[in-house]
């Protein structure tokens, strides 16, 4: 038995559930005659190990209740948008839904990590047809989405790999470096909006 103890076979569902519910917001928009929100998605449900690793690192007790409860991203959702602007087009679908309600967001776009980190991220409160570790169903879970450009999304993959996936020598370079192309990306992200600002008035003119 692992740390979701009998949610081990509900987790993978309400990901699937949770992944359905944004492509149909997405088919919505797309449907109303608007640009789609988002490129692709990514989902994962963390690992057992994973989980009961960052409940011993917090001083959380190894239990479901913890891992469920305290812990709020054991399902985990990576919106990537094509444009900035895209990010917030999903926020205002996913605060409009009637099947979640955010509990917490982080604006790192706004305001970026030391080391040049950027994303949107949200906790959500899920509605699902599930029972749910205080007894309840339909019952409610906890999901973390987060939300990038393509850019973000590919500097966030490459600074984990490079940093956490081999022995680095001189880390203070690398970290300098990896800070100087995330603001060059992010750079890029703006202008890419501003030139898509600039096509959409250009179709309005005519």
């Known amino acids: 038995m692992t740390i979701y103890g009998p949610y081990d076979q509900i987790l993978p569902e309400i990901l699937s559930l949770t992944t359905e519910r944004i492509k149909r917001l997405n088919q919505q928009v797309v449907d109303n005659n608007q640009p789609k929100l988002y490129e692709h998605l990514i989902a994962r449900v963390k690992t057992p190990e994973s989980m009961a690793e960052k409940c011993t690192r917090k001083g959380y007790p190894v239990t479901t209740e913890s891992a469920l409860r305290k812990c709020r991203d054991a399902v985990g959702i990576r919106i990537v948008c094509n444009f900035i602007d895209d990010i917030e087009r999903c926020l205002v679908q996913?605060?409009?839904?009637?099947?979640?309600?955010?509990?917490?967001?982080?604006?790192?776009?706004?305001?970026?990590?030391?080391?040049?980190?950027?994303?949107?991220?949200?906790?959500?409160?899920?509605?699902?047809?599930?029972?749910?570790?205080?007894?309840?169903?339909?019952?409610?879970?906890?999901?973390?989405?987060?939300?990038?450009?393509?850019?973000?999304?590919?500097?966030?993959?490459?600074?984990?790999?490079?940093?956490?996936?081999?022995?680095?020598?001189?880390?203070?370079?690398?970290?300098?470096?990896?800070?100087?192309?995330?603001?060059?990306?992010?750079?890029?992200?703006?202008?890419?909006?501003?030139?898509?600002?600039?096509?959409?008035?250009?179709?309005?003119?005519?």
């Open 94 to 206: 996913l605060r409009q839904a009637d099947w979640c309600q955010i509990i917490k967001e982080k604006d790192y776009i706004t305001n970026a990590k030391p080391n040049g980190y950027r994303s949107y991220h949200i906790i959500i409160n899920e509605t699902v047809p599930y029972r749910d570790v205080d007894g309840n169903k339909p019952g409610s879970f906890y999901v973390e989405i987060q939300l990038r450009t393509i850019a973000m999304d590919s500097w966030a993959s490459l600074e984990h790999e490079m940093k956490y996936k081999h022995n680095i020598t001189d880390a203070e370079r690398i970290g300098r470096e990896l800070k100087r192309c995330a603001d060059q990306l992010a750079s890029c992200d703006v202008q890419m909006q501003t030139i898509r600002q600039l096509i959409n008035s250009a179709d309005k003119e005519e």
